[in-house]
């Protein structure tokens, strides 16, 4: 009998040996038995009370040497819903993370740390000279923990998960592209959101735009000091520089509600378009920019470069601004360490280099601090890293280990007919997300020669208007990222459409809906499309 036939026969009962109900007395033995699986290192296995899972269930953790820690949560045999989901990472990682929803709607789920512990090796400090951490973190941990929680179901449940998926976002966007590239039979279906998959390249972005705004104690950035203690208080510059940005591009999509829909379309230059607002004699003040300035923002809209003009990758996106203040731009708010400072002093000193310059000053923010070659270990500053580096090559042999940019996945999406969904927010300032709409064009040539028929009907891109760095953000961004891809796998639909939804305060306030790239949502509803009422799914359609 094949496994279509029989989840087609009983819908949602998806296999007949599920027993109707068990005692926790008996779910908890066999749960505990679990620690005797012959060839699985186990070392807990025990039946936990619904809690916040909202489901009892049996929790099970293990060890894949030398250093990669995981757990498989499985729901009681009659809740189980046959599938099992590998839940992504985010950052460097380092611990466990956890998707209690996924197991109260019946997934076995599972998780790794990806071979490190944050709290004895924080940030990326746990790859200093340390090839074998650096593998694991980049692919290894992924494979592994797929094989032992798969091997943990079929003990548990008596045969194999009929389907199985991975989502994630960030890390665990990347995640997913190293599993469609790597290990092609892991998973049937696989969620890949803003996708960190240029590891190498997108953390010297973060490094190119710190070095603009730190560099001249800081001339370039968008944060000015009001009150002459040094601490850059005011966020004018930013303030004005995000009103400028939608006053040129919001209404492009004859809608004006704080969003830009289509920053590529979106002709803002900083140069051009903040002339009227400079600083007389260029002398820096608080509601007003300065050439430097200027130089900034072009500079983190281009992205990195070599001394050559050589492109590394590409910036911020037009309409990401909202978002720079936290992420990018120092002032008093943040410490004068933006969020992604900590990539920032930690990638160049331990993940990009084959053999790693040193260790970070003791504060990475203060560039007065110099660092100290001759010490044990060496210090290495992130703002002495030379971007000629990359196109010399110097990073290739780690580029191989953490990057996962190979477009060819014919191996997964025709050999294994595997399905992948990829979304970026366009507003995201952690991962500019241009480099993915480039990389989906990638793929569609080297997997399915150009066919873009052919390509959608296993991989999608939905690009996300004003959501930022995996969610939150001016533009609807809340949405059930995994049920359109159950729906693909298993009945055959492509999803031609998300409905997703903003909410304040609990309440939802806009509606609209997302289309398969390069199309893209435009309003077809009532008259007057600046009145929120109308902002609801049924007014747009997908051209």
């Known amino acids: 009998m094949s496994r279509f036939f029989l989840l087609s026969t009983l819908g949602s009962v998806l296999f007949a040996w599920a027993p109707a109900s068990h005692s926790n007395t008996d779910l908890a033995e066999q749960c505990a038995a679990l620690t005797e699986t012959p060839n699985l290192s186990l070392y807990t296995a025990e039946w936990q009370s619904a809690g916040e899972v909202g489901v009892a269930h049996c929790y099970v953790k293990g060890l894949i040497a030398p250093n990669i820690h995981y757990y498989v949560q499985l729901p009681p045999p009659d809740l189980w819903n046959g599938r099992f989901l590998n839940w992504g990472d985010g950052g460097f990682d380092g611990d466990l993370d956890y998707a209690p929803h996924r197991v109260a709607e019946g997934y076995a789920v599972a998780n790794s740390n990806m071979g490190h512990d944050s709290g004895s090796e924080p940030g990326g400090s746990f790859a200093f000279n340390n090839r074998q951490a650096e593998i694991d973190y980049g692919y290894r941990h992924l494979h592994a923990t797929v094989q032992a929680a798969k091997t943990v179901i079929e003990a548990y449940y008596g045969t194999a998960p009929a389907y199985s998926y991975h989502e994630g976002c960030s890390t665990g966007g990347r995640q997913g592209l190293m599993a469609a590239q790597r290990f092609p039979a892991d998973f049937d279906g696989i969620v890949a959101g803003a996708p960190a998959a240029f590891l190498q390249r997108l953390n010297l972005e973060h490094n190119w735009a710190m070095q603009h705004m730190f560099q001249d104690n800081f001339a370039g950035a968008l944060s000015f000091d009001t009150t002459g203690d040094g601490k850059l208080n005011s966020l004018t510059k930013a303030e004005m520089l995000i009103e400028e940005v939608l006053a040129h591009c919001d209404a492009n999509d004859e809608i004006t509600d704080g969003v830009v829909d289509d920053p590529m379309s979106c002709n803002f230059v900083p140069s051009r378009d903040l002339s009227g607002f400079m600083c007389p004699q260029d002398e820096n003040a608080d509601s007003c920019f300065t050439t ?40 008093e708010g943040n410490n004068h360490s933006p969020g992604v400072m900590g990539l920032t002093s930690h990638y160049v000193n331990y993940l990009f280099y084959e053999t790693d310059p040193g260790v970070p000053t003791m504060e990475p923010t203060n560039l007065a601090l110099k660092p100290d070659p001759t010490r044990k270990p060496p210090e290495y500053a992130w703002w002495q890293f030379d971007f000629d580096d990359f196109t010399a090559g110097k990073g290739d042999a780690m580029r191989d280990i953490t990057d996962a940019d190979d477009p060819d996945l014919t191996r997964f999406l025709i050999q294994r007919g595997g399905k992948l969904l990829i979304y970026h927010g366009w507003a995201d300032t952690v991962i500019p997300p241009e480099p993915i709409v480039d990389y989906y064009g990638e793929v569609l040539s080297a997997t399915f020669n150009g066919n873009t028929t052919e390509a959608e009907k296993s991989v999608r891109l939905f690009m996300v208007p004003g959501m930022g760095h995996c969610q939150g953000g001016p533009g609807p961004n809340t949405w059930d990222q995994l049920a359109p891809m159950v729906e693909w796998v298993e009945s055959g639909t492509p999803p031609d459409s998300l409905t997703v939804t903003h909410s304040t305060n609990g309440q939802i306030d806009n509606e609209r809906i997302l289309c398969p790239h390069p199309q893209q949502a435009k309003y077809k509803g009532p008259e007057n499309s600046n009145n929120p009422v109308n902002w609801v799914a049924a007014s747009f359609t997908c051209e």
């Not at 281009?302 to 992420?327: F, M, Q, T």
């Open 292 to 331: 430097d300035q200027i130089k900034t923002m072009e500079a983190l809209y281009d992205g990195p470069s070599d001394s050559n003009g050589v492109s590394i990758y590409k910036g911020k996106a037009l309409g990401s601004e909202v978002r720079w203040p936290g992420i990018v731009i120092p002032h």
